[in-house]
């Protein structure tokens, strides 16, 4: 009777451990925070597909855009954590926010397993055609020569673009007007219409405007020059040195993923990041790959948060 007992209790123990080892069984959610259409969301549609690739099961996206990506991002914070629900959040969603908001609906640094880093999306400086400056060092001088006549658009209120602002005025030294607009359309459309001389838009969003001559870019954000624009300096090129503003992207899971799971997501991304193919096509949307797993979330999160108050206190950003 006893060794009954055993041996039931052994075909259930590898039941349970096959049932558990076989993940994943089913689709697997990512939630992109962003509204559809954007860049953000183009990668993660690359991702999803990418992903379902390498696991064996369908990655399906699903948008939950709005507050600035906390709607979404609280929904993978409530979700299971079976790995089924993951999310493509930006460090809008887990510095950005919390730096500039009084009260948010999660701790971004606990609420979350990282599966991995895996990049940042880089912006550009870009003004008018009709701005006489082909660099940045003569925006500057022309701002100086005439302080009330230039302001600068971003695609939102403490977003990565208002930062970039703010850092360029930290920086150089200036007081140039923030013009906040409800998103990157409305901003890049009064830039071509010449409403603003100055925005700061994603790389992705850029390009095509610069290759027909609608904008000018003076320079990217981040610390090596885009794929895309390959002529167009950094700032710290163009002499403003340890200058950057850019919106790296994470996946995650809601916190408690089971190890193994965790280990199988992050082996997958792992791979699908280091796949040359997937590399070309993500710098194809002004994307620069780097792979970091994040072993030490919660620290780095919030030493973030800590800097983005510092400059947001600085230069008076406010969330919407």
Not at 146 to 172: E, I, M, R, V
Not at 294 to 304: F, G, L, R, S, V
């Amino acid at each position: 009777m006893r060794l009954s007992k055993i041996i039931a209790c052994a075909v259930l123990t590898c039941s349970a451990m096959s049932v558990h080892a076989a993940y994943p069984e089913q689709t697997i959610t990512l939630i992109a925070p962003f509204p559809a259409g954007g860049a953000a969301d183009v990668i993660a549609r690359l991702l999803a597909k990418e992903l379902g690739d390498k696991l064996g099961k369908s990655v399906v996206v699903e948008n939950k855009s709005g507050a600035g990506s906390t709607i979404g991002a609280t929904y993978v914070a409530n979700a299971k954590p079976d790995g089924y629900t993951i999310l493509l959040g930006s460090n809008s969603t887990f510095v950005l926010n919390p730096a500039l908001m009084d009260k948010m609906p999660y701790d971004s640094s606990t609420a979350f397993d990282p599966i991995g880093k895996i990049g940042t999306l880089g912006l550009a400086l870009i003004v008018n055609p009709n701005v006489p400056a082909k660099n940045v060092a003569e925006l500057v001088a022309l701002i100086k020569a005439n302080p009330d006549k230039y302001s600068y658009g971003s695609y939102g209120n403490g977003t990565t673009s208002n930062f970039a602002g703010a850092l360029f005025n930290h920086f150089t030294g200036l007081k140039v007007t923030h013009i906040p607009y409800k998103g990157s359309a409305p901003e890049m459309n009064d830039l071509i219409g010449g409403q603003i001389p100055i925005a700061y838009d994603t790389i992705l969003a850029t390009t095509p405007q610069a290759r027909n001559g609608r904008v000018r870019p003076l320079a990217v954000t981040g610390l090596q020059r885009s794929a895309l624009l390959p002529d167009v300096p950094t700032m710290d090129e163009s002499g403003y040195k340890g200058y950057e503003a850019v919106a790296w992207q994470a996946i995650v899971g809601p916190k408690g993923l089971p190890k193994d799971v965790k280990d199988r997501l992050q082996a997958a991304l792992s791979a699908v990041i280091a796949d040359p193919v997937v590399k070309e096509k993500m710098q194809q949307t002004g994307f620069d790959i780097l792979w970091n797993p994040m072993p030490n979330w919660p620290q780095d999160i919030k030493a973030e948060i800590a800097e983005a108050k510092k400059i947001a206190a600085q230069a008076n950003i406010k969330a919407d």
